[in-house]
């Protein structure tokens, strides 16, 4: 799960892991398991944007591993199911991608959008128990964003609390600020893991190299009593 503030660098955030999986290394991320897993395929499915900022991420993981921006990727795809009518609508359309395309890992940007009622405790628990059901069923890993009420680190709904309880991992970005510099940052923190910890990771978001943004890690914060 990953979660944060609205304008917070969410998706940002999926941009670098994404590209990474795909196999960059030059932006300050780099897939571990490249070698276990040879031939990466990955899905993005964008809930809630607009076409043109859905295209938005694709030129940015594009220009991030060096790919053409005006041939197709087969390793790579995308969907933008913002103009669905329901959130079951989104979630067919979501297992039917998964279905043609076999990928080994999905980003589903956002969560809130393939439920209903995120404060319908059935219908959240029967959304989670999907999400884990179809990741075992395919072999996959399947990553999904979710909003925090306004002014807390809550994810929203009874979809934050199921979602909490039974995901492998949970981070949470922030954005901030220098007043007097202008200078924004971003910090993705884990906030839960059953697996192997994280220090917290900075990155910003450049303009230099292209119009549309490219964020890069600027460095990983250890923990006072790390080695």
């Not at 964020?215 to 790390?226: G, K, L, Y």
């Amino acid at each position: 799960g990953i979660t944060g503030q609205a304008g917070h660098g969410k998706t940002m955030t999926l941009t670098m892991l994404m590209a990474a999986y795909l196999g960059d290394t030059h932006h300050g991320m780099a897939y571990g398991l490249s070698d276990a897993r040879p031939n990466p395929h990955l899905l993005y499915v964008d809930t809630e944007m607009e076409p043109e900022n859905t295209m938005m991420v694709n030129l940015r993981v594009c220009a991030m591993l060096g790919w053409s921006f005006h041939e197709p990727h087969d390793e790579f795809k995308i969907m933008c199911l913002r103009d669905e009518v329901s959130a079951e609508s989104r979630w067919q359309k979501i297992l039917k991608a998964i279905y043609v395309y076999r990928p080994s890992v999905v980003f589903i940007d956002g969560m809130i959008d393939i439920v209903a009622d995120f404060n319908d405790n059935q219908q959240c628990q029967e959304l989670i128990f999907r999400l884990m059901k179809v990741a075992t069923d395919y072999d996959i890993s399947v990553w999904t964003v979710l909003h925090q009420n306004p002014g807390t680190t809550k994810m929203v709904g009874h979809a934050g609390s199921f979602l909490e309880r039974k995901a492998t991992d949970i981070f949470e970005t922030k954005k901030e600020k220098n007043r007097d510099t202008g200078d924004v940052t971003f910090t993705l923190m884990q906030g839960k893991a059953r697996g192997k910890d994280i220090p917290d990771i900075k990155f910003k978001v450049s303009d230099d190299i292209s119009k549309f943004g490219m964020p890069e890690v600027q460095s990983q914060q250890q923990d006072a009593d790390s080695p």
